[in-house]
């Protein structure tokens, strides 16, 4: 007669309860609250501009600065486009160029720091950084009796002169570092086959530069359209840019309507604006690829 062994059932696991769905965990929230939160401080300074600037003479003052217009204009924006726009076609005559010129000198500048180790080459990059935390007001002076020895036209020539010498070291360290992260073997593989610093730098290197060239382009030309200090120096409202007009616009006989002074603010503003919603992408980019050295 044979004797049938019973195998005990294995113990079940502890049943683990489902993990509710719905709702965000608290660390989302949180964040999600503080981008709002963000966007929200942000947003209320361009509200009160755009507001402000549809708004008649009487219905903008600062007792109504939040309530929407009771009679809609839009000649505030005429009336500051007539008065804005030469000092905005000045401005792209100065911004343009400086920029493009600076980010080239930055970029030859940055190749042959990163990639030719000279004698002193350490020291010829401290001295151009050295530029950039030099303060601008401490050489007002000196550098119009420098731009007057020189007989360079004041306006235009020497503003485009001043943000291309102070654009260098900023573009030079940008370059520097976004050369250091390519990979060398690109370098070398050009340089056994024959080609020259400057073939090289041609043909391999400016390529590749393309994502630094728009971050050091997108900075360039808001330093250079945002500038104040080189406009007040070195021209005046009949030669100067945009922000030199905008001051005297917002100063002048209008100062009672903040509307076409708002106007105005937004006209100035529209440039770097639309650089940084059509670059900001690209800008993005080169700014994390550049900064993998240092």
Sequence with gaps: MSTSVTTPAPASAPAVPPRPR???PWAHLLRLLAIVLGVVVVLIPVYVLLITSVKGPADASSAR???LPQDWTFSNWAVAWEALSPSIWRSMQIVVPSTIISALLGCMNGFVLSRWRFPGADLVFTLILFGMFLPYQAVMIPLMQMLLAVNVPNGVPSLILL??????????LIFRNYFESVPHELIESSTMDGAGMLRTFWHIALPLAIPGFVVVLIWQFTNAWNDFL???FFSSPANGPVTLALNNLANGALLANYGVSMA???LASLPTLLVYILLSKYFLAGLMQGSVKG
């Design 22 to 24: 719905g709702g965000l």
């Design 163 to 172: 943000h291309v010498v102070f654009g260098i070291p900023i573009t030079t």
């Design 264 to 266: 105005g603010a937004v």
């Design 230 to 232: 080189f406009a007040v």
């Design 65 to 67: 600065a939040w309530a």
